[in-house]
């Protein structure tokens, strides 16, 4: 890479743009985030990355930013991400991340930019059947946000086939965790993930966890997920450039491991050494049973490895956000 080199990061104010784009930064690239804040924070923004209010959608806005440099790679985070709500309000999960991914496509074919990076997601998934998800298994999107993830895929494909545009698409399990100095993390509002809702209830500032279901068929009756820390899907997005340089890809991002509901709950109450009140609920719609990974073709193809593969690792990272950042980045 040459120091110089730019990246485009849309989302980049977001949990898992952020983390990346401190990566990026990190690593030497020059940054500029677009973020409109709808979801993302200012002060998530490293203040080595330039960052740019407004929609990844705006095409104009686009073509201006990627007029003034060449950019080498557009990493593409903007999105809505909650599976739960997109089984409520789908439209923008199918219309909206798709119109958005379409305009950033767009412009960067149209700036000759060479490669993409995609946020995509496990949710493009049915769920695993006992084994864990190779690119290979069977696409059947467990919601209309995988769904909307999976269209913005194939608009990715034409758009390597028809112009030659190459890109990765990532499908992350379950994002976990903080940067490990503590100056980044969660905090999306409302809060709907599980992980920091255990450290809301942790921190006394919600009475009880709400289990969506207990009768699904897994040993303990709660959901099985793969959770992989946030860093290291950071790192996977610097890492699958190298693979654009030869051709498109798309890698499953997890560790392999799936954890319970129930079992993340009792690693929370022995990293934080407090008691979680749990109290169960229905199931949550649009939720598959199981959701673990098989990382292999990424780990082979690239040489990432998750340097916190840890499920306590992940809550004790999460847990030193949370402590020094109660109130999230608003405090
Ligand atoms: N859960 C609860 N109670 C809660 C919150 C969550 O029981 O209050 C359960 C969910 O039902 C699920 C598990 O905890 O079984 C994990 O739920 P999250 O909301 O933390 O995460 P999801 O699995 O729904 O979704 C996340 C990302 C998606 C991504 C998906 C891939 O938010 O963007 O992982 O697996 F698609």
């Known amino acids: 890479m040459a120091a110089v080199d730019a990246i485009l990061v849309t989302g980049g104010a977001g949990y898992v743009g952020s983390h990346a784009v401190e990566a990026l ?3 030497g690239y020059a940054v500029t985030v677009v973020d409109d804040l709808s979801q993302g924070h ?3 923004v490293p203040p080595a990355a330039d960052l740019v ?3 990844a959608g705006d095409r104009p806005l686009l073509d201006r930013l990627m007029a003034t440099r060449p950019y080498h790679a557009v990493m593409h985070f903007a999105a809505r991400s909650l599976v739960g709500e997109s089984m409520r309000d789908p439209a923008p999960y199918l219309a909206g991340n798709v119109r958005v991914a379409q305009a950033v496509i767009d412009a960067a074919v149209a700036h000759k930019v060479g490669k993409l990076v995609l946020s995509s997601t496990a949710n493009i998934f049915a769920s695993s059947d ?3 998800i190779t690119e290979e298994s069977p696409i059947d999107p467990g919601s209309p946000y995988g769904e909307g993830k999976y269209m913005v895929e194939r608009l990715l494909h034409w758009a390597d086939r028809c112009h030659g545009l190459r890109s990765a698409a990532l499908r ?3 994002a976990a965790g903080a940067h490990p100095d503590g100056h980044l993390g969660e905090d999306h509002r409302p809060e709907t993930h599980l992980i920091p809702i255990v450290l809301e209830v942790a921190l006394g500032k919600r009475p009880h966890l709400d289990i969506f279901g207990d009768d699904y068929e897994t040993p303990d ?3 099985i997920r793969d959770y992989v820390h946030v860093c290291d899907i950071a790192e996977a997005h610097i890492k699958v450039l190298d693979v654009l340089d030869e051709r498109s890809a798309r890698y499953n991002v997890g560790t392999g491991s799936g954890y319970s509901v129930r079992q993340v709950v009792e690693a929370a109450e022995r990293v934080i050494g407090r008691r979680i009140t749990v109290r169960m609920a229905p199931r949550r719609p649009g939720d598959p049973p199981v959701l673990v990974a098989n990382g292999s073709r990424l780990r082979r193809e690239t040489g990432w490895a998750p340097k916190l593969p840890d499920l306590d690792s992940m809550i004790a990272t999460a847990w030193e ?3 020094r950042h109660p109130d999230g980045y608003v405090g």
């Open 172 to 174: 992350y399990f379950n």
């Open 221 to 223: 009756g709660t959901c």
């Open 321 to 323: 956000w949370r402590r």
């Open 130 to 132: 006992g084994r864990p």
């Open 25 to 27: 930064c990190r690593a």
């Open 53 to 55: 209010v407004g929609d």
């Open 42 to 44: 200012r002060a998530a």
